[in-house]
């Protein structure tokens, strides 16, 4: 399969924006695993619909919270529309995880024995145009003189495995760059009623490919928040952790 006849009009594009990429917000908001569509060309990947709705398709509540939060801070969001389940784009291409034939327990039958082909027409299709996409606005953000802070954002599932997370929000870094992400830390840790956690449930480490990609080479500061699903169910939940990741995010803006 090569990467003309992967997507189709039906599609559409893999990218999707809220605004213009240059605003007077510092902020840029992505969210690499926002969408759950799958090409028309793969089908189903072999999942019932539930699968396809469930924490292993995509980050519940994200692409909801990345526009609530945008229109909060009037910042732009740069959101993937298709699925993680068909390529990661928060993992290097050739990770198991990039296409993985099996996501909590769950097979993924449309990902077993993929040829390098399939892999390239993916990669060609539906990961490139998304980097393409936050690098070109890092770029017209620059050109405008606009400072930039990326912000990542990821929602986790309150289970997995069997273990229950505790936290309301999570916090990554991995030590590079990362003064901005521990100052929101800290004044998380500030706010009533939440359990921060630092680095959890998810570490952020050599797995992680779209802040070390856009961030690290420009010296951006960054941040990547997760945010527990359950706090992302409704409306009234997304628009409360919009509110205190907008607080939390403009209190220590440097």
Not at 51 to 63: E, K, N, P, S, T
Not at 236 to 245: S, T
Request: glycine letters at 8%; a negative charge.
């Amino acid at each position: 399969m090569d990467d003309d006849s992967l997507l189709n009009a039906s599609d559409g594009n893999p990218v999707r924006f809220n605004r213009l990429p240059v605003t007077e917000s510092p902020f840029l908001l992505i969210g690499d695993h926002a969408g759950s569509a799958i090409p028309a060309s793969l089908g189903d990947l072999g999942l019932a619909a539930e699968d396809r709705r469930r924490h292993i398709a995509l980050d519940l509540g994200v692409r909801e919270l990345g526009e609530a939060l945008g229109e909060r801070l009037q910042a732009p969001f740069v959101r993937q529309h298709f699925s993680r389940l068909v390529c990661d784009c928060n993992r290097h291409p050739g990770d198991p995880e990039w296409a993985p034939a099996i996501s909590d327990g769950t097979p993924i039958p449309g990902n077993r024995h993929l040829t390098e082909k399939d892999t390239q027409a993916r990669r060609a299709a539906i990961f490139e145009p998304y980097h393409a996409a936050i690098a070109a606005a890092l770029e017209a953000r620059a050109a405008k003189g606009a400072p930039t802070i990326l912000v990542s954002l990821h929602s986790f599932t309150p289970n997995m495995s069997g273990e229950q997370r505790p936290w309301d929000i999570g916090i990554l870094h991995d030590g590079r760059e990362d003064a901005y992400a521990l100052d929101v830390l800290k004044y998380l840790r500030g706010v009533e009623g939440l359990c921060i956690g630092d680095n959890q449930p998810y570490e952020m480490d050599d797995t992680d490919y779209t802040v070390p990609r856009h961030a690290y080479p420009l010296g951006l500061p960054y941040i990547e928040v997760e945010v527990r699903q359950d706090h992302l169910a409704d409306e009234a939940g997304i628009e409360r952790m919009a509110q205190v990741l907008g607080e939390s995010l403009t209190a220590v803006l440097p």
